[in-house]
């Protein structure tokens, strides 16, 4: 028995001399160490050792099983080292690194983060709202009347369960003052969809900034002081600004807010840039109604509201002359911002 274990340890250890790959290996190990291997079924053969012989034969053993593990794990360690080491082969550690491609910031993140940032400075709070509405939050309770042309199935995108897609971020005036009493003073960006047809001023979803103060003895003083003061913080002190006289539903009086346009290569125009005005308080009254308290009581509080296009602002900021480009994202435009 004693010689036959040397003989197993001495054909194991030539078997891995000769191997070249880690499957060679593996069969070298389940022949000699494996269930069925000859280590294996020669230590069955203990049984029939003769008692004084047993210590020896067993020592003997536990050596050739020692010595075929060690030699295993060596040539596994080998071919490793020899694996890494072609992988390595062809790589020059002392060339310079590439720089991986940097991402950047889309424009109209840009823009909105420049915006919150004013408009947190001058203490307005962030609100947010769903973009799948409910009418009432984005007409009725902004004193919308059903017949309104707003409401009709050809600018809106209606669900069959009634619902909506917002057409303006409107909807977050009503959603903050159902859960929150005066004062108040809040913005909300966010998107916007309408059933409009595409060009360069006009997105089918686009982006809007709400804003909303409401509390005792708030003035349009208040409203336009805190619009001039917005636009010339994000567009430079000398930014031509004008105030419209207009109408919106849920704001009494009511003014649209152009600013020009200066954008490359194009004669300077106005351009459209927000809704704004005194809260309606037809809206106080419905909001009122809905919280079942007075909460919102128009004797006692007044607010001003606006609603500013957050594409257009880039638009303007930027010089883009098509808002087009902020949704094609195509990277020569876009890197220009990163
Ligand atoms: N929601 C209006 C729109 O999308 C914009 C607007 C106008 C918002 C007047 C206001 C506002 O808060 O007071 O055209």
Request: glycine letters at 8%.
């Amino acid at each position: 028995m004693l010689s036959e274990l040397d003989q197993i340890q001495t054909d194991a250890l030539a078997a891995l001399a000769t191997i070249a790959d880690e499957a060679a290996l593996e069969e070298v190990r389940v022949g000699f160490l494996g269930k069925k291997g000859r280590l294996t079924i020669a230590s069955g053969g203990m049984k029939d050792v003769a008692p004084d012989l047993k210590k020896d034969v067993g020592q003997k053993l536990n050596e050739v099983r020692t010595a075929i593990t060690e030699a295993l794990e060596e040539k596994g360690a080998a071919l490793t080292a020899a694996r890494d080491a072609a992988a390595f082969a062809s790589l020059d550690p002392t060339l310079p690194a590439r720089a991986l491609p940097q991402g950047g910031l889309h424009p109209l993140t840009h823009v909105l983060d420049r915006a919150v940032a004013v408009l947190r400075r001058m203490g307005f709070a962030l609100a947010d709202g769903p973009e799948i509405e409910t009418e009432w939050h984005c007409f009725d309770a902004l004193n919308t009347p059903a017949d309104h042309p707003a409401r009709n199935e050809s600018d809106t995108f209606y669900f069959e369960s009634g619902k909506l897609l917002r057409t303006h971020t409107s909807s977050v005036q009503i959603r903050t003052m159902e859960s929150a009493v005066p004062p108040i003073r809040i913005i909300a960006p966010g998107s916007a969809f309408r059933r409009d047809e595409i060009d360069a001023t006009h997105l089918s979803a686009f982006h809007q900034l709400e804003g909303l103060y409401v509390a005792p003895g708030v003035t349009l003083a208040d409203l336009k002081g805190t619009l001039e003061f917005f636009f010339r913080e994000i567009f430079g002190s000398r930014t031509e600004v004008r105030f419209r006289p207009h109408f919106f539903p849920f704001t009494e009086p009511s003014f649209e807010v152009d600013l020009k346009l200066h954008a490359i290569g194009r004669a300077a125009k106005w351009v459209e840039i927000a809704g704004c005005g005194m809260v309606d308080p037809a809206v106080f009254t419905e909001v009122n109604r809905k919280r079942g308290d007075s909460a919102y009581d128009p004797s006692a509080i007044t607010g001003f509201a606006f609603g500013m296009g957050l594409d257009r602002l880039a638009m303007i900021l930027y010089g883009i002359p098509d808002l087009r480009l902020l949704i094609e994202n195509d990277v020569r435009f876009l890197e220009q911002f990163a």
